[in-house]
C-alpha cells in the first residue's frame, strides 16, 4: 500500500486558479480506462492500473466544471466503518509554484470524507502518510495518528472539509 504523499495547500472552497484568484466549480468522475495514460505521466510512484479493474477500489478524478483535464485523482476503499484512502495525487500542475489550482489535495480527502458520509461513516477515513507529512496532515484537516504513519480523520476534520468543499446543499 502506498504512503499518501499530497500537500494540502489551502482549504478552499471548489479550487482557486492562482492566476486570477478567482474560485471555479468542480465535478468528480469515476476515472475510466482512458485517464489512465494521462496519469501514468504525472508520477512514475503511482501505478493506479493496478487498482483500475479492482470492483471494490473506488476510483475518482476531479477536474473543473466544463474541462477535461484531470486536476487530482483518488482511489479510495470502503472498509468496515471508515473510507481507506489509497492513492491521492495532484496534477503536475497544481504542485509547484507557480501552480494553476490550489485546493486540490484538501478537496481530494473531502470527496474520501463525502464517500464516507454516503455509507453512514460519519465521515471518517484512513490511510497511511510519508512520514514527513504526519504533522502536516494534523495541521490542515485534522488527522490523528494512531500507529506508525497510519492515520485518521474522525468526524471533526471531516466535518471541516465538507463544510469548505460541499456548501450547505450542494449535490453530493
Not at 14 to 19: D, G
Not at 57 to 62: E, G, Q, V
Request: with cysteine; net charge negative; hydrophobic share 40%.
Amino acid at each position: 500500500m502506498y504512503e499518501i504523499d499530497v500537500i494540502i495547500d489551502a482549504l478552499t472552497p471548489c479550487l482557486l486558479h492562482e492566476e486570477s484568484g478567482q474560485y471555479v466549480n468542480t465535478v468528480v468522475k469515476p476515472i475510466t480506462k482512458n485517464d489512465l495514460t494521462e496519469l501514468k505521466t504525472w508520477n512514475a510512484t503511482f501505478n493506479w492500473s493496478l487498482y483500475f479493474n479492482r470492483p471494490e477500489i473506488l476510483m475518482r478524478k476531479l477536474m473543473v466544471e466544463g474541462s477535461d483535464r484531470i486536476e487530482g485523482a483518488l482511489a479510495m476503499q470502503i472498509q468496515e466503518g471508515f473510507i481507506e484512502v489509497i492513492l491521492v495525487e495532484s496534477a503536475p500542475w497544481n504542485i509547484k509554484k507557480p501552480k494553476h489550482y490550489a485546493g486540490v489535495g484538501g478537496h481530494l480527502f473531502a470527496i474520501a470524507c463525502k464517500k464516507s458520509c454516503d455509507h453512514d461513516f460519519d465521515g471518517v477515513i484512513a490511510f497511511n502518510a510519508k512520514t514527513r507529512l504526519i504533522q502536516h496532515y494534523q495541521k490542515t484537516i485534522h488527522a490523528e495518528l494512531i500507529g506508525g504513519t497510519r492515520m485518521i480523520v474522525e468526524e471533526e476534520g471531516a466535518a471541516l472539509l465538507l463544510k469548505t468543499y460541499y456548501k450547505e446543499g450542494a449535490q453530493w
